[in-house]
C-alpha cells in the first residue's frame, strides 16, 4: 500500500505538467471512491397506498385479474377487433365447458 501511495505522489510531483493529477485523480474517484452520482441523494414521493384506492378503478377497466386487459391484447391494435372477437366467441362456444361468457 505504502508504494501504490509513493508511485501516485511520484507521478503527480513529476508530471504535474502532462495532466498525471488529473488522471490520478480520475483513477481514484472512479475506482476507490466511486463517482459522484453514486453519492448523490434522492427523494421520489411515495404513497404506499395508492395501490389500494387505485386497485378499484384498475378492476373496472381491466377485470379482476386483468383478465380485460389480455382480451384487449389479444385483440390487436388494428381495428379489427371487434371482427376478431366474434371470430374467437364463435371458436371458444364448445371449448368453454358449457360456461357462458360474462
Given amino acids: 500500500m505504502a508504494r501504490i501511495l509513493e508511485v501516485i505522489l511520484f ?3 513529476v508530471s504535474s ?3 498525471a493529477v488529473n488522471v ?3 483513477l481514484l ?3 476507490v471512491f466511486g ?3 453514486l453519492h448523490k441523494e434522492v427523494s421520489w414521493p411515495f404513497d404506499p397506498e ?3 384506492r387505485r386497485s378499484r378503478q384498475y378492476q373496472a377497466i381491466n377485470g379482476f385479474h386483468g383478465e380485460k386487459a389480455i382480451e384487449r391484447l389479444g385483440l390487436g391494435i388494428d381495428g379489427y377487433d371487434r371482427e376478431r372477437l366474434a371470430q374467437q366467441r364463435a371458436r371458444d362456444v364448445h371449448l ?3 360456461l357462458k361468457r360474462r
Avoid: A
Wanted: charged share 10%; with cysteine.
Fill in 96 to 98: 368453454l365447458g358449457g
Fill in 35 to 37: 463517482l459522484p452520482v
Fill in 24 to 26: 490520478v485523480r480520475d
Fill in 11 to 13: 507521478l503527480c510531483l
Fill in 29 to 31: 474517484q472512479v475506482n
Fill in 50 to 52: 395508492v395501490g389500494v
Fill in 17 to 19: 505538467s502532462f495532466g
